[in-house]
Each structure stands twice: as C-alpha cells, then as structure tokens.
C-alpha cells in the first residue's frame, strides 16, 4: 500500500509562490508516474500537472508557464513549484501515483494523499 503525504501548502499573496512536496511510501517510487491535483471549494477536482517515471511532464493550460513539477527519486519525494500565484489557484492540493502519466491526466490515480490548502490572497 502506497502512502502519499502532501507538505507545503499555506497562505500566499498574489504573484508570490509556494513549493508542494509530496512524500511517497510504501513501494518502489522510480517506476510511478506522479501527479498533482487540485480542488476548490464547489469545483470538481482538477488535473494540474504530473511527471512520468522518465521525467517528461504534463501542465494543464491554466498552470503552464508558471508551475514546474519535478521529483527525487532518491527522497522519494515529487514537488510542483508554484509561481506567479493567483487567486483563482486557491483550492486543496492533492497529489497521486500511477503506472502512467496517461491515467493521471485523464484524472484518475490509484493512491492519493490527504490534500494540502494553498490560498492566494488578491
């Protein structure tokens, strides 16, 4: 059983930013495809970025250009650095694992964390 743990969350303002940290446990790491999600509050969950075992990653449009995804397999730890934050990036981040960068951006993963509260204030 693979045990994710999301850090890192917290209260920014707008155009500041903030570094997620996803901590995975339980099974080899190097092999998974990781990706991060988010929800906002009456907002259905949304795909933001994921990276494959390779290192080839995958932004939604609303993020490209301002948050890169990157992981240490050593750590066993993935990270979504987040700049230029807006307001409109308020929500719980969530991150997950797969087999494939395919399944995470079709929004789906088979272990996720518990989520962490990003708020962006104007």
């Known amino acids: 059983q693979v045990q994710l743990v999301e850090s890192g969350g917290g209260l920014v303002q707008a155009g500041g930013s903030l570094r997620l940290s996803c901590a995975a446990s339980?099974?080899?790491?190097?092999?998974?495809?990781l990706g991060w999600f988010r929800q906002a509050p009456g907002e259905e969950r949304e795909f933001v970025a994921a990276?494959?075992?390779?290192?080839?990653?995958k932004f939604s449009d609303s993020v490209k250009g301002r948050f890169t995804i990157y992981r240490d397999n050593a750590k066993n730890t993935v990270y979504l650095q987040m700049n230029s934050l807006k307001p409109e990036d308020t929500a719980v981040y969530y991150c997950?694992?797969?087999?494939?960068?395919?399944?995470?951006?079709?929004?789906?993963?088979?272990?996720w964390g518990q989520g962490t509260q990003v708020t962006v204030s104007s």
């Open positions: 997950a694992r797969s087999f494939t960068i395919g399944t995470l951006v079709a929004g789906q993963g088979s272990s």
């Open positions: 339980g099974r080899a790491f190097s092999t998974d495809a």
């Open positions: 990276i494959s075992s390779g290192g080839s990653a």
